[in-house]
């Protein structure tokens, strides 16, 4: 697992429980950029959701740290029912402020990196279907439509796949 990676006065590491509020602020700024007309109040608490995901056993919360502060988040774990080699990236979000810095790119090598050692084959995804330049930024990455889940009318999410590398 990856416990730390340092490039320059950036820091990639695992997020701690005690960080779950800082997270969720970060994915709620994030978020509000693809809504229109605001962030939709979902009535969710997004803080213990975070908490959750941090301490779960069988995923990964990772960050980007930038000069001391959570610029960058990335969540994932392979999901009840699914394939054993195939994990989910269930959140993945850079801070506005941050992006075209790398940020994300760093943090996708960071997972890549993880979904190698755990062994895992693919990963997949869910964006925003108004989320264009969160699409452009996965394409770029590799990501590519999902042939077992084609979009249907009405879809609000588009669904990725990617291949992870192996040796």
């Not at 755990?118 to 990455?141: E, I, K, P, W």
């Not at 077992?148 to 999410?157: S, Y």
């Amino acid at each position: 697992m990856i416990s730390e990676r340092v490039t320059g006065s950036r820091v990639i590491r695992t997020v701690l429980p005690a960080e779950a509020e800082t997270v969720a602020a970060l994915h709620a700024r994030a978020r509000a950029t693809y809504y229109p007309d605001g962030l939709p109040d979902d009535g969710l608490d997004w803080a213990a959701l975070w908490r959750t995901a941090v301490e779960r056993a069988d995923g990964h919360v990772l960050c980007a740290v930038e000069r001391g502060r959570i610029a960058a988040i990335a969540s994932f774990r392979v999901p009840e029912g699914g394939s054993a080699d195939t994990v989910k990236l269930f959140q993945f979000h850079v801070d506005p402020d941050h992006w075209r810095a790398g940020l994300g790119t760093a943090l996708h090598a960071a997972c890549v990196e993880q979904w190698q050692a755990d062994g895992l084959r693919a990963a997949v995804l869910d964006v925003h279907v108004d989320n264009r330049r969160t699409q452009a930024f996965y394409a770029r990455l590799g990501w590519v439509p999902d042939p077992e889940h084609p979009p249907a009318e009405g879809d609000h999410h588009l669904f990725l796949r990617f291949r992870v590398p192996g040796e």
